[in-house]
């Protein structure tokens, strides 16, 4: 029997489907003007997945285009009219990809989600249904800090498939007029350093943000949403004079009924509650913006302690509790980059939580909570004193030997700083004896020095 010779014959079990994966072909894309401090970075994240690089020039001065050239982007130049949407849509029809991210120069993606944005818009593309969608990738944009700490978040549509449909509308603030339904994706996150103060500062973005919306709204004067973003361009430009003016803008907003966009909405209650927090003329309305941010934004751990904190001042400390709990567990949530004082200064909770749980009788919570606070920053009298005082509490009696033990869990008995903390607080809550073991720390010479301080 002869071998055979020729075309080979390739057999498909008939029970398989062969998936064909669509290339993704992702245009990067920005408008920018003297980015040259940012334009590197700017470019670095999509190499390797996007195919081309598009860079629309608005009018630099600097070494901006230079860099991008060097880099390989292709780079167009558009003559500024005041416009975003006008410099974006001129960018968006040099794109040739199927899909545009669409970032600023002050914003990349870190490493870890451009691998999620590609995975993402694969699965898009071989599904069905969401194939056919004319839509945009909603992604979570975190604002950071100088030290690049996230301060604020806000979700945006930055990726979204290049046909002739999808546009920016608006000359400031603008967004994309989508027609169809966006595709959530909160675990993309888009890294902006522009709001830093250093930025601010360099760039002028808040005068200018402010006299494109003056504009705008001379067109369109009862436009709401814009007053808020003047309202927040007027706070941001660090004027004093600037406050009364965005004041009145919030006010106007929230007394309007008007549909805000949620964080215009939490940043105008953030502004009001702030800046009257502590005025004692203005109590009861400043408890009313509390507990209506608290009502329409439950989920704001800001909101929860503004408005616990003013349940505990009119000694309601059950529902302070309730309210100061739920703000610890917001807090313990992936809430990356979210608007929130407290979410960067936790510290002023867990003091809440000590003094309220005083109040009620909870020896067990303020043991808890002063541990937790006295781990971050052990330098907090208001804290040590409740921690100490707790130990000699009925049910909770406990020898000085055993708390003096604890407390060197958290304080050094060789350090004058640290000694003079415990000494201080166990004096505060009248507890001599602990004073007495501590002052048995000190050396003669740090004693001599003791006795002669003015304090």
Not at 126 to 139: G, V
Not at 296 to 325: H, M, S, T, V
Not at 435 to 448: D, M, Q, R, W
């Amino acid at each position: 029997m002869g071998k055979s010779k020729g075309k080979r014959t390739y057999h498909r079990a008939p029970d398989k489907k062969i998936h064909i994966i669509k290339p993704i072909r992702l245009s990067q894309c920005m408008i920018v003007k003297n980015e040259e401090k940012n334009i590197e970075k700017a470019l670095t994240w999509a190499k390797g997945v996007a195919f081309e690089q598009i860079v629309v020039d608005t009018g630099s001065t600097d070494r901006t285009v230079e860099i991008a050239e060097s880099m390989g982007a292709k780079v167009y130049h558009f003559e500024w009219i005041d416009d975003f949407s006008a410099a974006k849509n001129f960018a968006i029809e040099q794109c040739s990809g199927s899909w545009i991210a669409f970032l600023d120069a002050d914003e990349y993606f870190p490493k870890e989600d451009v691998k999620k944005l590609m995975l993402i818009l694969r699965n898009i593309e071989n599904d069905p249904t969401l194939s056919k969608l004319k839509t945009a990738i909603r992604c979570q944009i975190v604002n950071v800090d100088d030290k690049g700490k996230p301060f604020m978040a806000l979700k945006q549509d930055r990726v979204f498939r290049n046909v002739p449909e999808l546009r920016y509308v608006g000359r400031i603030h603008e967004v994309l007029d989508l027609k169809e339904p966006h595709i959530q994706a909160p675990e993309l996150s888009i890294v902006h350093t522009g709001y830093s103060a250093s930025s601010y500062a360099e760039t002028n973005k808040a005068s200018r943000n402010v006299e494109m919306i003056r504009k705008e709204l001379s067109n369109d004067p009862d436009n709401i949403t814009l007053k808020c973003y003047l309202a927040d361009s007027l706070r941001i430009d660090g004027e004093t004079h600037n406050d009364d003016e965005a004041e009145a803008l919030y006010r106007e907003a929230l007394a309007s009924g008007q549909q805000i966009l949620d964080e215009l909405k939490q940043g105008a209650y953030n502004f009001l509650i702030a800046k009257y927090y502590e005025d004692e003329t203005k109590i009861a309305e400043n408890f009313e913006f509390c507990r209506k941010a608290y009502d329409e934004f439950p989920d704001n751990p800001d909101f929860c302690f503004y408005y616990g904190r003013k349940l505990y001042l009119i000694r309601d400390f059950q529902a302070a509790w309730e309210k100061f709990e739920k703000c610890e567990d917001l807090m313990n949530t992936d809430m990356m980059g979210f608007a929130s004082y407290i979410i960067r200064n936790p510290l002023m909770l867990f003091y809440q939580m000590v003094i309220t749980a005083e109040e009620m009788g909870n020896v067990n919570d303020v043991i808890k909570y002063a541990t937790i606070a006295l781990k971050e920053d052990k330098n907090q009298p208001g804290m040590l004193a409740p921690y100490i005082d707790a130990f000699r509490r009925p049910g909770y009696e406990t020898s000085n030997d055993e708390v003096f033990e604890l407390l060197g869990k958290l304080y050094d008995f060789n350090d004058v700083k640290d000694k003079l903390t415990v000494m201080r607080a166990a004096k505060t809550v009248g507890n001599m004896e602990l004073v007495s073991k501590v002052l048995a720390k000190f050396t003669p010479e740090e004693l001599k020095w003791l006795t002669e301080s003015p304090e």
